[in-house]
């Protein structure tokens, strides 16, 4: 029984911060690389970010390169998404996935193995 809940959507004003969790039950982050999705109405999924299985390699796409920061901490099973600098492009729910022994840098979503119900995220202008 796995189940992914995302917690720490809200609206944020631009150039604010805000941050994401992904709290993991029926699996262990340990075994499971961590991913980042978001979809804006009307756009495709988009892979956000991503950290490998063993924690120690970490993607992003090129859109929030050194604005968001992703991690995890085994000790409570919780992948973290850290956002600043945002911008109202950023607007979107954002989902967690886990994919067993990924390497964190995996854009297809269908090659994850669960996912979570997704948080809204909106930046207002």
């Known amino acids: 029984q796995v189940q992914l809940v995302e917690s720490g959507g809200g609206l944020v004003q631009a150039g604010g911060s805000l941050g994401l969790s992904c709290a993991a039950s029926?699996?262990?982050?340990?075994?499971?690389?961590m991913g980042w999705f978001r979809q804006a109405p009307g756009k495709e999924r988009e892979f956000v970010a991503g950290i490998e299985w063993s924690g120690i390699n970490t993607y992003y796409a090129d859109a929030v390169k050194g604005r968001f920061s992703i991690s995890r901490d085994v000790a409570v099973n919780t992948g973290y998404l850290q956002m600043n600098s945002l911008k109202p492009e950023d607007t979107a729910v954002y989902s967690c996935?886990?994919?067993?022994?990924?390497?964190?840098?995996?854009?297809?979503?269908?090659?994850?193995?669960?996912w979570g119900q997704g948080t809204q995220v909106t930046v207002s202008s």
């Open positions: 029926g699996l262990t982050v340990s075994s499971y690389a």
């Open positions: 996935a886990a994919q067993r022994y990924g390497s964190g840098s995996e854009r297809l979503g269908s090659t994850y193995n669960y």
